[in-house]
C-alpha cells in the first residue's frame, strides 16, 4: 500500500476526520481522511482501490476493535465520521458504476422508538463495508420496510430497538416483510435484544454490535453467491 493510502488507512482507524479535527492527538496539525482521500484520487488512485485497500480494511479493524472491547462508542463514531468524510469524494463514483457495492441493506429503529445511535453506527459501518445502506430513520413501522423493500426486492434488511415495549413491534415488521417476500434475509438487533429473541421471531440473524451486522450481512452475501 502507498503512504497516501496508508495514512488513509491510519486516518479512518483512529477517527482523524480532516485537517482542523484535534482528535486523535497523536495526529493534531496533520491532514485527516478528508484531505487523504482527495491527494489519493489526484494522484491516480482508483476509488476502488482507495475503498477496497484502505476504507473498508480500516473499518473492518475498527469494528474488530470494539467486537473486542478496546474501543468503545465514542471512537467509533469517530472512525465512522473519517470514513463519512472519505466517502463524500468517493460516493459519486458509486453510481457511474465504477465502485460496484456489494448489495443494498436497509436500516431503521422500529416504530414507537426514537432511538439512532446504534442504527446510526450500523448505517455507518455496513457503508464502510462496502454496501448501499438507506437508512430510513426511527419510529419505521411496516409499511415503510415493505415501501423500501417492493422497490429494492434483493436488498437485506436490518432493524434496531432500544426499548423492551417497542421490541414486539419487530415481529410485526417481520411477518409484514415475510409476506411480501419469504426469502428476504432479516437482521435484529438493539439493547434489549438477544440472540433468542431473535430466533423465537423469525429473525435470520442476531447483531449485538454492528460489526456483527456486517458479518451476517457477508454471511447472507456467501450463501446467495
Known amino acids: 500500500m502507498s503512504e497516501i493510502l496508508d495514512k488513509l488507512f491510519e486516518c479512518v482507524e483512529f477517527g482523524k476526520i480532516n485537517a482542523a479535527s484535534p482528535y486523535p492527538p497523536q495526529l493534531k496539525g496533520q491532514d485527516?481522511?478528508?484531505?487523504?482521500?482527495?491527494?489519493?484520487?489526484?494522484?491516480?488512485?482508483?476509488?476502488?482501490?482507495?475503498?477496497?485497500?484502505a476504507l473498508i480494511p480500516a473499518m473492518t479493524k475498527v469494528g474488530q476493535k470494539f467486537s473486542e472491547n478496546?474501543?468503545?462508542?465514542?471512537?467509533?463514531?469517530l472512525s465512522a465520521k473519517a470514513m463519512n468524510a472519505a466517502l463524500v469524494y468517493i460516493k459519486p463514483y458509486f453510481s457511474s458504476g465504477e465502485i460496484k457495492r456489494k448489495g443494498t441493506f436497509i436500516m431503521g429503529t422500529v416504530n414507537g422508538?426514537?432511538?439512532?445511535?446504534?442504527?446510526?453506527?450500523?448505517?455507518?459501518?455496513?457503508?464502510?463495508?462496502?454496501?448501499?445502506?438507506?437508512d430510513?430513520?426511527?419510529?419505521?413501522?411496516?409499511?415503510?420496510?415493505?415501501?423500501?423493500?417492493?422497490?429494492?426486492p434483493d436488498a437485506y434488511v436490518g432493524m434496531s430497538a432500544l426499548l423492551t415495549t417497542t421490541m414486539p413491534n419487530m415481529k410485526i415488521i417481520i411477518d409484514a416483510i415475510r409476506e411480501?417476500?419469504?426469502?428476504?434475509?432479516?437482521?435484529?438487533?438493539?439493547?434489549?435484544?438477544?440472540?433468542?429473541?431473535?430466533?423465537?421471531?423469525?429473525?435470520?440473524?442476531?447483531?449485538?454490535?454492528?460489526?456483527?451486522?456486517?458479518?451476517?450481512?457477508?454471511?447472507?452475501?456467501?450463501?446467495?453467491?
Not at 187 to 215: C, H, K, L, M
Open 113 to 134: 422508538d426514537l432511538h439512532d445511535i446504534g442504527k446510526n453506527l450500523v448505517c455507518m459501518m455496513v457503508e464502510g463495508a462496502g454496501w448501499d445502506v438507506i
Open 180 to 225: 411480501v417476500n419469504p426469502k428476504t434475509k432479516i437482521i435484529v438487533g438493539g439493547a434489549p435484544v438477544s440472540a433468542d429473541f431473535a430466533a423465537s421471531i423469525g429473525a435470520d440473524a442476531y447483531a449485538g454490535n454492528p460489526q456483527e451486522d456486517v458479518e451476517a450481512l457477508e454471511r447472507f452475501r456467501e450463501e446467495c453467491a
Open 136 to 152: 430510513l430513520g426511527v419510529d419505521v413501522g411496516p409499511e415503510k420496510f415493505v415501501e423500501s423493500l417492493k422497490q429494492h
Open 32 to 53: 485527516g481522511a478528508s484531505e487523504y482521500t482527495q491527494k489519493a484520487l489526484a494522484q491516480g488512485f482508483s476509488p476502488a482501490e482507495i475503498m477496497d485497500t
Open 70 to 77: 478496546k474501543i468503545f462508542v465514542p471512537q467509533m463514531l
